[in-house]
């Protein structure tokens, strides 16, 4: 059996997740096939902290390894409360549509919807053309920086705060994620951080990684028969080979 280690097919892996998770035709086929939405959202987020712990080995250096544990746990926690309060916005911004709200606030919800992390473009060779490959980045602060951005513009767009209170999501829940975001700033990109920790956070990587693994072996099945429906999803399995 492979290790369990972040490398190229588990970046793929987390990819192809999130690629699918922010298309919604994909997402209904997913789950017409069988599929939950938790699925992909565990491959994703188990592929991203499988990152973060690799990161984290060569990243923290000398502040005790309790400091390395913590952070990695409070950036799962925040992809994990920015998920929930996502999910909420996309009902809200369907509300929005159907009660006829201004055009202008459900532009400024699909803004926020919309996936906006760092692209890096990649130029590649193929049949002797050099064509440029653009893609999400999914590092920890790239990560961060988008939670804290949509956090705020949730914030100033006030129109929706009456909509996203109604399904629990009040102000002062924005404000939290917001500053646990903000917290984070800095300690993601730090490169003094803890003494011992690479033995802590390869443990945590390779979990991530093993849980990973287990969740698409057996999702695989269903995630084929998608890609033989439709040619974005074939074209992202083959960059995550099985």
Known sequence: MAKANFNSVVAA????????????????????????????VAIRDAGLEAEAANLGQS????????????????????????????????VVRADLSRSGAPDNVIVKADGILRNEVQVTVKVQEEK???KRKTRKSVSQEAMRAEIAKDAGAMLDLSEIHPN????RVPTSRLE???????????LLGARAAAKGAAKTSTKVEHAAVSLQREIWGATYRIL???GRRDERVRSLLSEAAR
């Open 164 to 167: 996203l209170a109604e399904r």
């Open 59 to 90: 990243q923290f250096g000398s502040a005790g390894k309790g400091a390395t544990v913590d952070v990695l746990a409070k950036f799962s926690a925040l992809k994990k409360e920015y998920s929930a309060v996502m999910a909420i916005l996309q």
């Open 224 to 226: 084929s028969a998608l």
């Open 128 to 130: 002797g053309e050099k």
């Open 13 to 40: 892996r987390t990819r192809a997740a999130d690629e699918i998770l922010e298309t919604p035709d994909l997402v209904s086929g997913f789950e017409e096939l069988g599929g939950l939405q938790r699925d992909l």
């Open 176 to 186: 939290a994620l917001r500053a646990a975001a903000e917290e984070l700033a800095g």
